[in-house]
């Protein structure tokens, strides 16, 4: 609620500054529509006499019936319609982490199944930590639909009331997230990289301000609280074999009318004969400094020897040395294979936060202060361009006699 008291001096500074036209004058004092304030502040800032003043409701809210921490399951989309793919490991890395924060919170840690058959998910689940799994069972959700989901999410959270659902920042989290988050009215942050718990609270850290800072955000007023989180970031703790959840079925009625769009055929991209950067062991990575497109091919000579993916930081993208689809960094995928080799790449910080996680970094640079060594394990100064092609030779050789 916005309210102007009588110490207004009818300067018409605020009215001038509202971004919303909310303010107008009536008589020789600011009046506010407050159909249209959206309480930015703006005004508050300007009165040069601070008669402008934003009262939020404060009343102290319960929470109390809010308890456990939620994971939503991603499954894999198949090409049969008829029936959906394996657990995404995102949702494993969920999971793990969820694990931590449910054991900090003293609270359960769930897991939200939708599918159309139950394949024994309160075993495969439990061994990656789940204490229950909340199984909904319906054709309807075989092939992922924003609405049907969303809907069904919600009824779940409003039944159960958690206090934290997680969601993998994929194309579905990324879609379904926000829907239930408007839905519910409750905040969202998206792409975390890092959570944790601080005064009972979920801590959601991710890169801001071009990644050169990470902030914390925290949502006290309401619940539940609500992120999403990027895959690759968290590790995934070794299964607890024979650890079993408690299935809960849940029978929610869904109108069919309520999908509209219908999927009739599906094709699964499989990649155009490279390697996804995604799930690969191994990513050989190329940046500016390998110069030419033509140059480049020694990055994916290298990787073709090791059975490796290929990576790029942005600028090796915008240059058209590789596609977009092969980004590592903030803006492109987050990666965490046991070996990252990274060739003519500085190492700005939003390229690190995506490769950070990699068992071992191997950097070669002609820079002795590059940014990348901080991060690598074994740092080369020297010119990729003659590093590589000796590489190639010499690990092909090594690989046939080995
Ligand atoms: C919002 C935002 C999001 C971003 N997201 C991403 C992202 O997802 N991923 C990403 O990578 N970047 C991202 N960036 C861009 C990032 O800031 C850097 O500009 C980019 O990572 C630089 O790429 P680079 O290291 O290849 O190039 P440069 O910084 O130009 O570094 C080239 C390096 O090559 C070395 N070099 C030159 N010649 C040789 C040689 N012959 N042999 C060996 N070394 C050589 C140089 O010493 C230098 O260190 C983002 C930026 C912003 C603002």
Redesign the pocket.
């Known amino acids: 609620m916005l309210e102007i008291s009588a110490k207004c001096i009818g300067c018409t500074k605020c009215v001038a500054v509202c971004p919303f036209g909310a303010l107008s004058m009536s008589g020789k004092k600011a009046v506010v529509n407050m159909s249209a304030c959206t309480l930015c502040g703006a005004c508050v800032q300007v009165c040069p006499v601070e008669a402008i003043s934003i009262k939020r409701d404060t009343a102290s809210k319960d929470f109390s019936a809010y308890k456990g921490v939620w994971v939503f399951v991603e499954l894999e989309d198949s090409e049969d319609l008829s029936a959906e793919g394996p657990v995404r490991k995102v949702s494993f890395e969920l999971l793990s982490e969820g694990r931590k924060i449910a054991d900090a919170l003293k609270e359960e840690l769930c897991a939200v199944v939708l599918a159309g058959k139950n394949r024994n998910y309160e075993r495969e689940l439990g061994e990656y930590g789940a204490d229950k799994v909340y199984f909904c069972e319906n054709p309807e959700f075989t092939v992922y639909n924003t609405d049907i989901y969303s809907a069904a999410v919600c009824a779940l959270i409003n039944k159960h009331k958690p206090s934290v659902v997680l969601f993998g920042a994929t194309v579905k989290g990324r879609d379904l997230a926000p829907r239930i988050a408007s839905a519910l009215y409750v905040g969202l942050t998206a792409d975390c990289t890092a959570l944790s718990v601080r005064d009972g609270l979920l801590v959601q850290s991710r ?1 801001a301000f ?3 800072i990470m902030a914390d955000i925290l949502s006290p007023n309401s619940r539940p609280q609500m992120a999403t989180v990027r895959p690759n970031v968290m590790k995934v703790s070794p299964a607890q074999s024979g650890r079993i959840a408690i299935l809960v079925r849940e029978d929610l009625k869904i109108d069919k009318n309520m999908r509209r769009v219908k999927v009739l055929r599906r094709k699964i991209d499989r990649g155009s004969g490279s390697m996804k950067i995604e799930n690969a062991n191994i990513i050989v990575s ?6 030419t497109k033509e140059k480049f091919k020694l990055i994916e000579e290298l990787a073709s020897v090791l059975g490796a993916a290929v990576g ?6 915008d240059l058209g040395f590789k596609e977009k689809s092969h ?7 987050t990666v965490s294979p046991r070996l990252y080799m ?10 690190l ?2 490769m950070k996680n990699s068992d071992i970094v191997i950097a ?4 002795p202060n ?3 060594f901080g991060a690598a394990k074994y740092a080369f100064v ?6 590589l092609p000796k590489l190639s030779e010499l690990l092909a050789k090594g690989l046939k006699r080995g």
Do not use: T
């Open positions: 890169p071009g990644g050169n190329g940046g500016r400094g390998m110069k790029a930081s942005r600028a090796a993208v980004q590592v960094g903030q803006s492109g995928v990274a060739f003519g790449i500085s190492g700005a910080v939003q390229h936060v995506g070669v640079n002609k820079d590059a940014m990348i020297a010119d990729a361009h003659q590093v």
